[in-house]
């Protein structure tokens, strides 16, 4: 298994130097004049999607024609918004989504998507606009704008991000947010730090504030990470948590703790404890198995359970 893991990444990575050669070459390349006279037309065409399942109806029509798209990557993506308890039984869609990706400059990839969904009582927006910029070869900003229906008003958030590399094994991100929710104006900032040690150890610190009128809060957490030094192949995987929130001098302090580990080659569990300063926690176990009979095995528990406790054999029901 470690080998075809070790020749998968050596397929992948030759796979990169050939890319990025065909890359080079393309632009040493002088622009030829006959390409569109060659190529005419190359915009990809339009492709009908898939046609969407009707909920069951008492109407012997089945309109589901008038509900076909088109996919096509120079064109808007309009499809219906499919919602089986909806007010609408004949045909059970109640809203319309909206999707364009596009190229700003040549430079700047951006994507816009939104979403109206309108029942008997109320109407929802959602609205979500985002563009990335690159800047020289280890660092990124992303920045949007979204609008969602909260009630009856509609929030407004824009935000930023920038995201960069400093060493090889660092990367580092700061961003801020501003939103408008009827009267009220609240804006917030993080940074967040991401280090590798090895190639098993990994830590992530991040911290933040927002801020509401005449409201403060502050918030940071702490993760590490262990894996297996021959991971994905080897399923050992143990991360640690502490996050720590400061709101009107309430401090509010919670750590866990999650392991992933084999036992034996067909089945895997995961353990999981969390605990917090007031004193309430939860523990709890997963088992995943390819082994039918270990999951039969697995499920006797509960039952072995209610029989020790008895809950099984407890005293009939009285009839007074």
């Known amino acids: 298994m470690k080998k075809q893991w070790k020749e998968e990444l050596r397929r992948r990575r030759d796979m990169k130097n050939k890319k990025m050669e065909k890359t080079y070459n393309e632009d040493a390349d002088d622009e030829n004049p006959f390409d569109e006279l060659e190529n005419p037309n190359n915009e990809a065409e339009p492709v009908v999607m898939p ?38 039984h004949d045909v059970g869609y109640d809203g319309v989504n909206v999707e364009k990706t596009l190229i700003i400059g040549d430079k700047v990839p951006a994507s816009i998507s939104g979403q109206i969904t309108k029942d008997k009582k109320e109407a929802n927006l959602q609205l979500e606009c985002a563009a990335s910029l690159k800047h020289g070869e280890h660092s990124s900003t992303l920045a949007g704008f979204d609008v969602q229906t909260l009630g009856k008003s509609l929030a407004y958030t824009l935000r930023s991000e920038t995201r960069f590399s400093n060493f090889k094994r660092n990367k580092t991100a700061g961003g801020l947010s501003l939103s408008y929710l009827g009267n009220t104006l609240a804006g917030g900032m ?30 940071g957490s702490l993760e590490a990470t262990l894996r297996d030094k021959d991971y994905p192949i ?71 359970r209610s029989i020790l406790s008895g809950r099984l054999f407890g005293p009939p029901y009285s009839t007074q």
């Open 190 to 219: 993080k940074l967040e730090d991401t280090l590798m040690v090895g190639k098993r150890l990994k830590f992530v610190v991040n911290g933040g504030a927002m801020v509401g009128g005449r409201d403060v809060a502050y918030g």
């Open 51 to 88: 046609d969407m399942v009707l909920p069951p109806s008492f109407d012997s029509e089945n309109p589901i024609y008038r509900y076909r798209y088109w996919d096509s990557a120079d064109r808007l993506l309009v499809r219906p918004v499919l919602d089986t308890h909806g007010w609408d």
């Open 234 to 304: 080897g399923q050992t995987l143990t991360t640690f948590g502490l996050s720590v929130m400061n709101w009107h001098g309430d401090l509010a302090i919670g750590g866990n703790l999650q392991s992933q580990f084999a036992v034996g080659r067909k089945t895997t569990m995961v353990t999981r404890a969390n605990l917090n300063n007031r004193g309430s926690g939860q523990i709890s176990i997963r088992t995943s198995s390819s082994d039918q009979l270990q999951i039969a095995l697995i499920g006797l528990i509960p039952l072995m």
